[in-house]
T-cell receptor, first 113, second 114 residues
């Protein structure tokens, strides 16, 4: 079956620190990979995605590279801001499955001044 | 497009009452998903529809839960009778049935059963 494993939170960083949130996956077939972000009191929204091996998704200073050899899709940002405080979800979908998303458990990020 | 629209945003009900949550997906999207989010269990997929047909309802916790999608622009999730452990945020999401396409989430319904 399909599954996503991401690092446990919460993660607390100082502003301008470097961020890495690890994500690994198992999937049948060739998945598309996603990072979603959830701000307090809101629904999930797409942060970035990659649809094939070696693709790099990027948005708002965040990046993640689809690594087929290590089945990973780690999220990185060079300098976090207080406004990045949120819960981050790694997810995958497999074509032909109705685009059903399989989510990780989420990682809470708190950025302090 | 206004995005995925869920109603109500908040619902407080007494144990034993029937609760109906509503969702309007983005026009043109073929797939619709219902998720439940709690602190203890995180984000759980309850059921999803493709072209209005339920494809996988294995995540529906009990017979008290039911979902329908009578047409491409409307879906409901019903809990009858409701119990305090059903308290959670329920999200609806929709996506086009094209590989690699992102899912768009509604803002959720926060359900409290007292």
């Amino acid at each position: 079956g399909n599954s996503v494993t991401q690092m446990e939170g919460p993660v607390t960083l100082s502003e301008e620190a470097f961020l890495t949130i690890n994500c690994t996956y198992t999937a049948t077939g060739y998945p598309s990979l996603f990072w979603y972000v959830q701000y307090p009191g809101e629904g999930l929204q797409l942060l970035l995605k990659a649809t094939k091996a070696d693709d790099k998704g990027s948005n708002k200073g965040f990046e993640a590279t689809y690594r087929k050899e290590t089945t990973s899709f780690h999220l990185e940002k060079g300098s976090v801001q207080v406004s990045d405080s949120a819960v981050y979800f790694c997810a995958l979908s497999v074509t032909g499955g109705g685009n059903k998303l399989t989510f990780g458990t989420g990682t809470q990020l708190k950025v302090e001044l | 497009d206004a995005g995925v629209i869920q109603s109500p945003r908040h619902e407080v009900t007494e144990m034993g009452q029937e609760v109906t949550l509503r969702c309007k997906p983005i026009s043109g999207h073929n797939s619709l998903f219902w998720y439940r989010q709690t602190m203890m269990r995180g984000l759980e997929l309850l059921i999803y529809f493709n072209n209005n047909v339920p494809i996988d309802d294995s995540g529906m916790p009990e017979d008290r839960f039911s979902a329908k999608m009578p047409n491409a622009s409307f879906s409901t999730l019903k809990i009858q009778p409701s119990e305090p452990r059903d308290s959670a945020v329920y999200f609806c999401a929709s996506t086009a049935n094209v590989g690699g396409t992102e899912a768009f989430f509604g803002q959720g319904t926060r359900l409290t059963v007292v």
